[in-house]
């Protein structure tokens, strides 16, 4: 299934089950972000399930990510891009695709949490706009708690 799709999904289902409001305000179980980032967290959750968004001043998304037991993202190593690091732990971002946008950059990347859940992490930038997007995505730092050592 494409991810995107899968997305869109998942904030269908969690806005239908009456999970916590989406505020900008309320950080909820999501990583943190530098405070000069300028971005804020869009926060939902249902069961061990997390759903937050970073949203740039004018509302548009930055990056987003899906923390919870399993994801249906499975890396493809054929598809790695860029190497990144996120909380001092190595990653890769794989490339991804949006149909009714060909020309959009897609990026993913999976990280597993010290909790045994895992969080999916996307964003979608024009072409000029990626690496500064990366930056903000790989600015996260998830609660010592959360990432694991692996």
């Not at 269908?12 to 300028?38: E, H, I, K, R, Y």
């Not at 249902?46 to 249906?72: H, N």
């Not at 597993?112 to 964003?123: M, Q």
Request: net charge neutral; proline share 5%.
């Amino acid at each position: 299934m494409n991810t995107t799709a899968w997305r869109g999904s998942a904030l269908l289902v969690l806005a239908g089950l009456g999970m916590a409001s989406a505020q900008a305000q309320d950080q909820g179980n999501c990583p943190q972000m530098p405070a000069t980032s300028g971005l804020t967290w869009e926060y939902r959750s249902s069961g061990d399930s997390d759903f937050c968004r970073a949203l740039r001043a004018d509302g548009s998304e930055a990056f987003g990510l899906y923390i919870a037991r399993k994801s249906p993202f499975e890396p493809k190593r054929g598809n790695r891009a860029e190497a990144g690091v996120i909380d001092g732990q190595q990653m890769y971002w794989y490339k991804g695709e949006l149909a009714t946008r060909p020309n959009l950059e897609v990026r993913e990347t999976l990280m597993e949490l010290a909790d045994g859940r895992v969080a999916h992490i996307w964003l979608q930038a024009e072409p000029q706009q990626l690496g500064a997007t990366i930056s903000e995505a790989q600015s996260i730092r998830f609660p010592s708690t959360r990432l694991s050592s692996k």
